[in-house]
């Protein structure tokens, strides 16, 4: 059977991109320090929290490794004298609070290894280094022709996600790029399809796919060689970094944010936007696409990590899309993702949040028309456009693309029939994400109101009226009793249709309305 209705064990069911929330809830001092009780929440549900206890010192640690970013972070200064009185102890925790605050809300802070650990060390505690090269080590023993150079650290974003620099044995001065991954979340292939569809990625031949060299995969994760390039990725490009160098260094904080040219903007929009058609036509699901995923050679953008889909892997700005309910395919996913990476080529960075109100002053206007279709408010609250309707616009219609190499990719029709399921599995968990996130947004909304200073006068008001009119209410039920205890002393035989009193005005003459 092609599909696994029920996940495959071995797969992580953790969504690694699903943000952390911190918040300190109380403080403890011990003899010679200071420990800080933090409650961490993973995405929305408050069932799936737990705490953590961290020192100032732990803090420091963490400080000062993310110091590679180049970040200025609000970690509060040390003090030697004077830090264990109560209120520097609550002004600190104020500090810690906000440095949390800082870390959790930076895309790229709070995806890194040294984050999740420090916030969540029960699921972040393995070597995921040590795991690949015992990989790869396996691997090496039936392919002896392929050796290790060296370990390429922390180059990419992804924690269970490790790269080895290569070379051929009889090719020495040829090098080349080793990655190993294990299942993700959305991995919903069967272990015998998954690994067909990963050895079927050398043979898909296209101008703007980077070739895979050799692709093999077993039951719980997959290790593909490409070849290495010098230049590096498109973000490479744009934030002028070296390849080698670990993600945070290279794009934590960009020393000069400058844009493309505009000529470059359309050659490798359109080049990327060719091959988003060619995947779906060929209904091979993608849903990962950044600016780290295209690779540059020449003047040529080529696709990264076709691999990343049948692994099962969640995309990089999942936690972004997974907010509106309408992008909720993986063609859409591709589309909104391309606006993310046309932003990144025409301003020199990612935005500063999504959806965006207004553009800065662009090349032209045709790129904010593009950025418009995808980013705006409009774009992510009624839906992403298509990948052909992008092509028609004129940022890219009139682009000349030259190539020779004629595209080549033949997945048989069983495989075919297997990633139509898989595709639509990966899109259903998104939607039910998408609706739970659209839920607790509105019971979010709703509790803020409630609890607004207006809605208390209001619910104030409301409460003095009610009480006003049950003190009307119990007045005129004391004076009817009255009545008819005068009634009943003036003797028996008094006919009840005739009352020496008269009858109540009803409650709703007296109403405070």
């Known amino acids: 059977m092609a599909f696994m209705e029920k996940p495959p064990a071995r797969k992580v069911l953790l969504d690694d991109t699903v943000p952390l929330t911190a918040a300190i809830e109380a403080s403890q001092s011990l003899q010679s320090h200071t420990e800080y009780i933090i409650r961490v929440q993973r995405g929305i549900s408050v069932e799936n929290s737990w705490q953590v206890v961290r020192r100032y010192s732990d803090f420091d640690l963490l400080n000062n490794s993310l110091q590679i970013a180049g970040l200025s972070l609000p970690l509060p200064p040390k003090k030697l004298i004077g830090n264990m009185d109560r209120e520097f102890i609550a002004e600190r925790q104020k500090g810690l609070q906000n440095y949390l605050n800082v870390i959790t809300t930076n895309h790229i802070l709070s995806n890194c290894e040294l984050v999740k650990k420090f916030l969540d060390p029960n699921n972040y505690s393995a070597n995921y280094t040590e795991i690949a090269l015992q990989q790869v080590s396996m691997f090496f023993r039936s392919e002896p022709k392929w050796e290790v150079v060296e370990p390429l650290k922390d180059i990419g974003w992804r924690i269970r996600k490790k790269y080895f620099l290569m070379k051929i044995k009889n090719q020495p001065k040829e090098r080349l790029v080793l990655s190993w991954a294990d299942l993700g979340p959305d991995k919903y292939l069967s272990d015998k399809d998954f690994q067909c569809l990963i050895k079927l990625l050398p043979s898909c031949l296209h101008p703007y796919i980077y070739r895979v060299t050799f692709a093999t995969a077993n039951e719980s994760s997959a290790l593909l060689i490409r070849m290495f390039n010098e230049k590096g990725t498109l973000k490479d490009l744009i934030y002028k970094a070296k390849p080698k160098d670990p993600f945070l260094k290279k794009y934590g904080n960009p020393k000069k944010i400058q844009g493309l040219e505009l000529q470059q903007i359309k050659t490798y929009g359109r080049q990327i936007l060719e091959v988003l058609k060619f995947l779906h036509d060929k209904g091979f699901p993608y849903g990962h696409l950044h600016a780290s995923n295209v690779m540059l050679?020449?003047?040529?953008?080529?696709?990264?990590?076709?691999?990343?889909?049948?692994?099962?892997?969640?995309?990089?700005?999942?936690?972004?899309?997974?907010?509106?309910?309408?992008?909720?395919?993986?063609?859409?996913?591709?589309?909104?993702?391309?606006?993310?990476?046309?932003?990144?080529?025409?301003?020199?960075?990612?935005?500063?949040?999504?959806?965006?109100?207004?553009?800065?002053?662009?090349?032209?206007?045709?790129?904010?028309?593009?950025?418009?279709?995808?980013?705006?408010?409009?774009?992510?609250?009624?839906?992403?456009?298509?990948?052909?309707r992008l092509l028609q616009m004129p940022l890219f219609s009139d682009v000349l693309l030259t190539t020779s190499e004629k595209p080549q990719f033949k997945i048989p029709t069983k495989l075919k029939e297997a990633l139509r399921i898989a595709k639509e599995c990966i899109e259903k968990r998104l939607i039910e994400e998408q609706k739970q996130i659209h839920q607790h947004r509105r019971l979010t909304r709703a509790q803020s109101h409630h609890g607004s200073e207006e809605e208390r006068k209001k619910r104030k008001i409301l409460a003095r009226k009610k009480s006003k009119r049950s003190a009307v209410e119990n007045s005129e039920e004391h004076s009817a009793k009255y009545s008819n205890s005068n009634n009943s002393g003036s003797g028996a035989s008094s006919p009840l249709t005739s009352p020496s009193s008269p009858t109540p005005p009803s409650t709703a003459e007296h109403a405070p309305f």
């Open 297 to 388: 050679d020449g003047d040529t953008c080529r696709l990264l990590d076709l691999e990343n889909s049948l692994l099962g892997l969640p995309s990089f700005y999942r936690s972004c899309f997974s907010q509106f309910r309408k992008i909720n395919t993986l063609e859409s996913v591709d589309v909104h993702c391309f606006g993310h990476l046309l932003y990144e080529m025409t301003y020199g960075r990612p935005p500063d949040s999504v959806p965006v109100d207004s553009f800065p002053p662009a090349p032209s206007m045709a790129v904010v028309a593009v950025l418009e279709s995808t980013l705006s408010c409009e774009a992510c609250k009624n839906g992403m456009p298509t990948v052909s």
